[in-house]
């Protein structure tokens, strides 16, 4: 059982380049979550989902889309890169959205340069 | 707007003495907390969680927390600290309705366990 995959591990963008962070989960999990992390900032919600078709804006979602095609994929589509996006991405996934922990993956370290 | 606070980010304990690291929150109706554990390199990893009930909740490796409602607190425990809990930890809140009921994350306290 992997839980939570993310891919890639570490990824160095030039400025205006575009990426695909991908998150996949074998939990059958309904509810996924896409979170940058900044240094001394916690944890800031980008997008989520619901379920498969179903996506909504977090708190930080300029620069940022998602889709969700299946209840096991959540990719995180950077289309300009630009330096204020280089942070540490975790993607999650709960089975609902009520008193149920999320299940997070070990990140993606992105750098713009 | 909910809100958590984790007023120190870095907290030092001697190995076998008792630590706490302090959490607390702003939120509207009944919070849902959580707290996690992140190793370096690491995704978050869940520890314990109040929803109801017993306000001393037990969790993973020995840690428990004592939701106070009257002081909006919710502080992380651990009678006997081991080197190997040094991490970043996080307390997050959800509220019960809306746009709350998203998970919002305070920024972290590094507990460091001095051998």
């Known amino acids: 059982n992997a839980g939570v995959t993310q891919t890639p591990k570490f990824r160095i963008l030039k400025i205006g380049q575009s990426m695909t962070l991908q998150c996949t989960q074998d939990?059958?999990?309904?509810?996924m979550y896409w979170y940058r992390q900044d240094p001394g900032m916690g944890l800031k919600l980008i997008y989520y989902s619901v379920g498969a078709g179903i996506t909504d804006k977090g708190e930080v979602p300029n620069g940022y889309n998602v889709s969700r095609s299946t209840t096991e994929d959540f990719p995180l589509r950077l289309e300009l890169a630009a330096p204020s996006q280089t942070s540490v991405y975790f993607c999650?996934?709960?089975?609902?959205?009520?008193?149920?922990?999320?299940?997070f993956g070990d990140g993606t370290r992105l750098s713009i340069l | 707007a909910q809100s958590v606070a984790q007023p120190e980010d870095q907290v030092n304990v001697a190995e076998g003495n008792p630590l706490t690291v302090k959490c607390t929150y702003s939120v509207s109706g009944n919070p849902y907390l959580f707290w996690y554990v992140q190793y370096p390199n690491r995704g978050l990893q869940f520890l314990l969680k109040y929803i109801t009930g017993d306000n001393l909740v037990k969790g993973s490796y020995g840690f428990e927390a004592e939701f106070n409602k009257s002081q909006t607190s919710f502080h992380l425990k651990k009678p006997s600290a081991l080197v190997s809990d040094s991490a970043l930890y996080f307390c997050?809140?959800?509220?019960?309705?809306?746009?709350?009921?998203?998970?919002?994350f305070g920024s972290g306290t590094q507990l460091t366990v001095l051998p």
């Open positions: 939990m059958n999990h309904n509810y």
């Open positions: 999650a996934s709960s089975f609902s959205n009520s008193n149920q922990p999320q299940h």
């Open positions: 997050a809140v959800r509220g019960s309705s809306g746009s709350a009921r998203q998970l919002t």
